[in-house]
């Protein structure tokens, strides 16, 4: 584990954690929580994750939230926890209370328009194996293909996208293996925002994500918490703590569960 901004003292935030009686653990899923796969489907957790979330969800005080770009009816199949955490999916556009509570927020008619236009071209092209629709997004995934088969999937598909995101307002953004059109207005850091605002002021929080799409969240989280990069190699961030999988990963959210309910050698 590395320490990005010198402003961040993780040994402080630790004695905060241990006395804090409110606590927000903010996790990605894809590439932080689960391994990327070229087959979505079969991106389970880390082995031991589960063990240690299931414990952490059983601590008192602490929220546990999921907030991920994929949408969350195929994400709750994938996690498979004991309990029900929170969860935000389809970059903050869906959300899922612990309770059971579904939230999706209202989309203009007009931006979803152009999600149709795009879907009719894209399905046309006969990618089917490799898109993915949800809420409020489109995505093509090209994970396990080599660089020449992306690069001419890119110089197919961009030209097109990017005329349809700009006469309709979308979103055309990267991501870790893809790319995607999405609605504008939510992404990860609005997700994160609403948490804290409905959080006290001294709540110790984290935000772990890996991918160009958790920035938004790392920005949002300066200032009230600490934000952790979950990779095998650093990149630009605006994170504070850099950590790698899954070993530090599993050092990371065990220390969320306190000594007394602490045990070493997680596995599922």
Request: glycine share 10%; with cysteine; proline share 5%.
């Amino acid at each position: 584990m590395k320490t990005i901004n010198p402003e961040v003292d993780l040994k402080t935030f630790y004695n905060q954690l241990r006395v804090a009686s409110q606590k927000a653990l903010l996790l990605d899923y894809d590439g932080t929580l689960a391994p990327f796969q070229v087959e979505r489907n079969n991106a389970f957790p880390y082995p031991g994750v589960r063990k240690v979330l299931n414990k952490i969800m059983q601590v008192p005080g602490i929220r546990l939230v999921i907030i991920s770009g994929r949408w969350i009816k195929d994400l709750i199949s994938l996690l498979q926890i004991e309990g029900q955490p929170e969860i935000w999916g389809s970059h903050g556009l869906e959300r899922l209370k612990m309770d059971g509570t579904y939230q999706i927020a209202s989309v203009n008619e007009g931006v979803l328009n152009g999600l149709v236009v795009a879907d009719d071209w894209i399905e046309k092209l006969g990618f089917a194996n490799r898109y993915e629709k949800k809420p409020g997004c489109l995505a093509i995934h090209w994970r396990g293909l080599d660089s020449k088969k992306i690069d001419e999937i890119r110089t197919q598909v961009m030209p097109k996208l990017s005329l349809i995101a700009e006469g309709w307002g979308l979103i055309l953004q990267d991501f870790d293996g893809g790319i995607e059109l999405r609605v504008p207005g939510r992404n990860k850091g609005d997700a994160v925002r609403t948490i804290l605002e409905e959080m006290r002021p001294d709540a110790v929080v984290a935000y772990l994500g890996d991918d160009s799409t958790d920035e938004d969240a790392f920005k949002s989280i300066k200032g009230r918490g600490i934000g952790i990069l979950v990779r095998k190699e650093l990149r630009p961030t605006a994170a504070d703590i850099w950590l790698t999988p899954p070993d530090e990963l599993l050092e990371f959210l065990s220390s969320w569960v306190p000594e007394n309910g602490r045990k070493h050698g997680f596995s599922d």
